[in-house]
């Protein structure tokens, strides 16, 4: 039977005073050593303690002997933090006594349990004291080396050292920290990632091997105790485990442990608690599943049934649910991913689908873990988004009428009227909207200034008597949508600009890369009807025939008053994208993309001077290149269209290295023909054709690897229940790419 919150704080405080009493009968009467000099902040950590959960600091004599300063506090939160301050540096014992989070079934534990810490507070800011059961199996240790005639610091050092060494054949690791008192079951920053996991890794292998050895559900927290004090009293004598029967039951219980599953049950529970998703260590940096010694960062066959792993480390591929289409996914600050996108409705008329603005989260390894539709309107799309420093997220992205209206959509392409609308959103709510019904969103994107804090639009402007005269919109807004500034390029030149890439430099001028359309005698779209074009024909086909076309750059300051450029001797297709990479002396990149291909790269200097022009047949058509390690990383495909490649170049243009795969078509379809993929109505989908899928944006994460996102059409047959059919239309399965500059082949 689970016991109450009420039941679980009465035996917390039948313990406390037991255990108060016991300190006063020790050192003949309790004095406080509270003071105002040095605070120290930690938590209690199996899994986190609860909140309440009862702290006893007792001030340690320089022989490491119990004294009569004891301080009695307690945790403030479910995630095991307190803290409590010391009159001046002192060494002390931390004794942490609650119920704890069990990392392993996600639920709160059955009996209370125990920790204790040895700590040596010092006279710097900001020292914190973390109780886990590292700090435990070494505490008795540490008294043990202290009363030897050893310093606090020493024999602290050497009672960490001692452990590792004696757990080698377990956690094949020697990892490098200053302290288990540092070590916590989140990566709180990035400084003991490696130790972190360590902590988890152990922490959840004595959880495993407590249940194994436990009759029931009821005893593993008394059977976790026994362990874990049999294994101190142990450690104290010779500073070894000589005991090769629980260390090999301990390596086992590490063999058993679900990784995923238990950092899944850490970010759940943090996230119900903070409403955030703390950074969980990988536990794969220390585990060593299979046994082979190891560990599984390292290790492609990392539970060694023969077949190399699906997953290795933070590298993945997914394959996502043909019911959506993305455009845009980028890391989020947790170590996940968000991808923005639509989620498709079924809509057998004409008119535009009611498709719903659609978010999906993703932890560290590809592994979904919400989606949110947006109910905010209907035949909406979001194309772009960017997380800000509070972990929400400002959207970017269109919606589309048959009919135009004072309040809704007034540019009308094709016969659909579009407006474009910017929104800010948590996973929760949507914290504020702004709307632009009079710009066309076709090619609108949003980006991040230096700041972090600023986003910048890119679009048309809603002059659409005459294609002549569209030309950019730039406008820079804050996180809170409102208006910084805007800069509207001028609409009496004879030019249709294209603007690709707007690119901030160290002086926070921004650097224009794109494309003028010159013509003398571009027609409105009333003369063109007249001449017999089609809406159609005129938005898309018109510009080819009747322009010039030539990439442009530019530089615009914030204050700027008018737009100024220099127009290359580079003729470019009207619909070429030409992104730009500015480089660390200021000098650019241009890549030229063509989607009949060859693509063309060229490099200026500052004065804009071409250094040098180079041509490529086997880069993909969009999107632009990443700046990766100091190269230009580019996505193409192979010769045979079978497999997305990884494309390294020197920033003179030289191939760094042979292309590294980053998607098998084969390997993806031989998986397919031996599971299908159920696609609705009862068809399955067991093929995919390579040659043409497509991609949406390729960006960088934090350790200069990239995120690819892009789209997969099956091929034109399926099968129906047990009959092929053709497919009217083929269906389309959005993936998503984590890898490295080494590329990654999908298994």
Known sequence: MKKSNATKKYFISLFVVFFVTFLQACGEGSEGIVGTGLEITGAAQKGPFVRGSNILVNKLSPAGEATNKTIVTETKDDLGNF????????????????????????????????????????????????????????????????????????????????????????????????????????????????????????????????????????????????????????????????????????????????????????????????????????????????????????????????????????????????????????????????????????????????DKPLLLKLNEFGEQTWTKEIDFLDSYVVSQIKETEDGNFILLGFSASNEPSHTGPKINISGYYYSLHIFKVSENDILWAKHYHDIFPGKAKLQETSDGLIVNIISYDSNFTGISRQSPLLINIDTDGNIQWEFKFDKTIENFVSLTSVLEGSDGNFTLVGTIHESESFPSREEAIKNGYTNDEIDWELPTTASKNFVFTSNLSSDATEFTYNKLEIKSSPFRENYGVLLSDQSLIIFSDNNNGPNNLFKLDKSSNILWEKRFDNLYSSPGPLLMRNQLAFVGKSSDLANLELILLDTDGELVDEPNVIFNATEFNNKLAANPIAVGNNRKINKIDSSSSHLFSFSKTEDDGFLLLGQLDSDEWALQDTKWIALEDAVTLPFIIRGNADGITVP
């Open 83 to 354: 803290s409590f301050t010391l009159e001046e540096p002192s060494l002390v014992q931390i004794v942490a006594t609650g119920y704890h989070f069990n990392e392993l079934t996600g639920s709160l534990s059955n009996s209370l349990l125990t920790l204790r810490a040895i700590y040596s507070a010092n006279n710097s800011d900001n020292q914190k004291s973390y109780v886990n059961v590292m700090t435990h199996l070494i505490q008795p240790r540490i008294i043990v080396l202290i009363k030897s005639g050893m310093l606090p610091s020493d024999a602290i050092m050497q009672a960490q050292v001692e452990l590792i060494e004696a757990l080698q054949t377990v956690f094949p690791v020697n990892p490098q920290f200053s302290a288990f008192t540092d070590l916590n079951l989140f990566n709180l920053d990035d400084n003991n990632n490696i130790g972190n996991a360590y902590l988890l890794a152990l922490s959840a292998s004595l959880y495993q091997l407590s249940t194994n050895n436990s009759s029931n559900e009821e005893n593993i927290e008394a059977e976790l105790t026994s362990i874990l004090n049999n294994l101190a009293d142990v450690l104290a004598q010779e500073g070894t485990i000589d005991n090769e029967i629980i260390v090999s039951d301990l390596a086992l219980a590490s063999q058993e442990l679900k990784p995923r599953d238990i950092e899944a049950n850490l970010r759940q529970r943090s996230l119900s608690i903070l409403d955030k998703s703390l950074v969980v260590p990988n536990m794969d940096l220390v585990l060593d599943s299979d046994g082979d010694g190891v560990v599984n960062k390292d290790d492609k066959d990392s539970n060694g049934d023969g077949f190399l792993d699906e997953k290795t480390d933070e590298l993945f591929t997914r394959v996502l649910s043909e019911k959506y289409t993305f455009y845009e996914t980028i890391q989020t600050r947790d170590g996940g991913y968000i991808a923005a996108g639509k989620a498709l409705k079924e809509n057998d008329s004409e008119k535009p689908t009611n």
